[in-house]
C-alpha cells in the first residue's frame, strides 16, 4: 500500500522559500511508471497542479507556466522521497499543498499525501 | 492551457436519490478525464478514472461516462457518506487541470 507523508513548516514569510517535502512508502521515487507531483488548493485558485518529477532513464521535471521561474522539485533516491521548493513567496502563494502519485498506466492522480497547510504571512 | 467546467457548482439531494454532475473540457481529451471527491479536511479521493473505470473499493452506485468534451459522474443512489465535494481532472495533457467542483450537500 503506497503512502505519502508531508513535511514542511505551516508559516513563511513573504520573499522567503516554501520547503515540503513528501516522503514515500510502498513505491520508488525512481519508479520508471508513475510521476511524483505537487497540487496546491486555494478558495480563488481551486485546484492548481505545480509540477512534478519523473524518472524515465533520468530525472526529468515538468512546472506549471504560472510558478516557472520560482519552483524547483527534487528527488532523494537515498531517502525516496521528493521536495518542493517555491521562492519568493507571497500572500498569493498561502494554499493547502499536496504531493500526489500520478500512474502513467491508468493516467490518474491515485494516492494523495494528507496535505500541509502553508500560510504565507509575516 | 484546457479549461474544465461543471455543472451544476452545487445541488441539494436527499439520501437515495439520484445524482448526476456534468464536466465540460474546453478541447477534445479523448477519455482522459478523471473524478475525485473531497471531504472537508481532506485530500481528494479518486473515484474513476479515464472516464469510467471504477477505481478499486469505491461503491458501485459511482459510475462515470463520457468522451472528448462531455463527461458524467452518476451516483445512482445518495448515500450519507457522499455529501461531498465532487472534482473532475483532465490528464490528456500537461498542465493538468481541475474542474471548479461540485458540492453536494444534503436538501
Known amino acids: 500500500q503506497v503512502q505519502l507523508q508531508q513535511s514542511g513548516p505551516g508559516l513563511v514569510k513573504p520573499s522567503q522559500t516554501l520547503s515540503l517535502t513528501c516522503a514515500i512508502s510502498?513505491?520508488?521515487?525512481?519508479?520508471?511508471?508513475?510521476?511524483w507531483n505537487w497540487i496546491r488548493q486555494s478558495p480563488s485558485r481551486g485546484l492548481e497542479w505545480l509540477g512534478r518529477t519523473f524518472y524515465k532513464s533520468k530525472f526529468y521535471n515538468d512546472y506549471a507556466v504560472s510558478v516557472r521561474s520560482r519552483i524547483t522539485i527534487n528527488p532523494d533516491t537515498s531517502k525516496n522521497q521528493f521536495s518542493l521548493q517555491l521562492n519568493s513567496v507571497t500572500p498569493e502563494d498561502t494554499a493547502v499543498y499536496y504531493c500526489v502519485r500520478y500512474s502513467f498506466s491508468i493516467r490518474t492522480m491515485d494516492v494523495w499525501g494528507q496535505g500541509t497547510t502553508v500560510t504565507v504571512s509575516s | 492551457d484546457i479549461q474544465m467546467t461543471q455543472s451544476p457548482s452545487s445541488l441539494s439531494a436527499s439520501v437515495g436519490d439520484r445524482v448526476t454532475i456534468t464536466c465540460r473540457a474546453s478541447?477534445?481529451?479523448?477519455?482522459?478525464l478523471n473524478w475525485y471527491q473531497q471531504k472537508p479536511g481532506k485530500a481528494p479521493k479518486l473515484l474513476i478514472y479515464t472516464a469510467s473505470s471504477l477505481q478499486s473499493g469505491v461503491p458501485s452506485r459511482f459510475s462515470g461516462s463520457g468522451s472528448g468534451t462531455d463527461f458524467t459522474l452518476t451516483i445512482s443512489s445518495l448515500q450519507p457518506e457522499d455529501f461531498a465535494t465532487y472534482y473532475c481532472?483532465?490528464?490528456?495533457?500537461?498542465?493538468?487541470?481541475f474542474g471548479p467542483g461540485t458540492k453536494v450537500d444534503i436538501k
Open positions: 510502498g513505491d520508488s521515487v525512481s519508479s520508471n511508471s508513475v510521476a
Open positions: 481532472q483532465q490528464s490528456y495533457s500537461i498542465p493538468f487541470t
Open positions: 478541447q477534445s481529451i479523448s477519455s482522459y
